[in-house]
């Protein structure tokens, strides 16, 4: 179970600039992927305290 979870960017180092594009974009994508969820997660954060303001 634990190995799946593994994400390949931090198995090992690139070697050739292939390999560095790769990374790269393994690494932009999670990094978005963060960036969303927590965009979403404060958004409706902000949504629910407005609601528990104006009630």
């Not at 960017?9 to 393994?26: F, G, K, M």
């Amino acid at each position: 179970m634990g190995e799946r979870f593994r994400h390949p960017i931090w198995e090992e180092p690139a070697e050739s600039q292939e390999d560095t594009r790769v990374y790269l974009a393994h690494y932009w994508r999670y990094c978005m992927a963060c960036t969303l969820r927590g965009t979403l997660v404060s958004m409706s954060w902000l949504i629910l305290r407005s609601r528990l303001h104006t009630r």
